[in-house]
């Protein structure tokens, strides 16, 4: 049905999967009845995406509440690598991926640079009392933020972690 199919191209606009240009064409097509032949823009590049605009058979919501939510996984050893390797696998396949991920990182970098701070602060006396308390601090807000993260892209938002040192600039892409 042709509403179905300008809704799906809607989609993957919205998602950075089209520009629009790639859109307007595409539309134009399935308006005028071409839908035999594929534009370039809907091959696979790789097999991740497919034409309804998912990331690796996933919505792209869904993918991205999951990569921001991974982070919850920090304490496991899973939990450092699975948001990484989300984003490695989902990158090229969509800028809102691509533009969460590198979100993901920064904080997640961050997060590891407060930490060693927090950790050699607590070896002095004086530290121990600024130290403690920031190690404590960051405990609760490496559990809060993902989730607040996970929530806002459930909503098609991207979440900026505040207090995230800009390692990549999510917005240069």
Known sequence: ???????????????????????????????????????????????????????????????????????????????????????????????EANRHGLMILNWMLSSLVYFVVAGLACFTIVGFVIGAPMFAVLVVVNIVFPIIGALQASSGQLWRYPFTINFFDPDAI
């Open 1 to 95: 049905m042709i509403s179905d199919e300008i809704e799906r191209l809607v989609q993957l606009r919205n998602s950075g999967s089209l520009s629009e240009d790639e859109f307007l064409q595409a539309k134009q097509r399935v308006l005028n009845g071409q839908t035999a032949e594929r534009p370039a823009f809907f091959q696979q590049t790789s097999g991740m995406t497919d034409v309804s605009g998912r990331i690796c058979g996933v919505e792209p919501k869904i993918w991205l509440t999951l990569m921001h939510a991974s982070q919850l996984l920090t304490w496991t050893a899973v939990g450092v690598v699975a948001p990484f390797v989300m984003w490695l696998l989902s990158r090229d396949q969509s800028r």
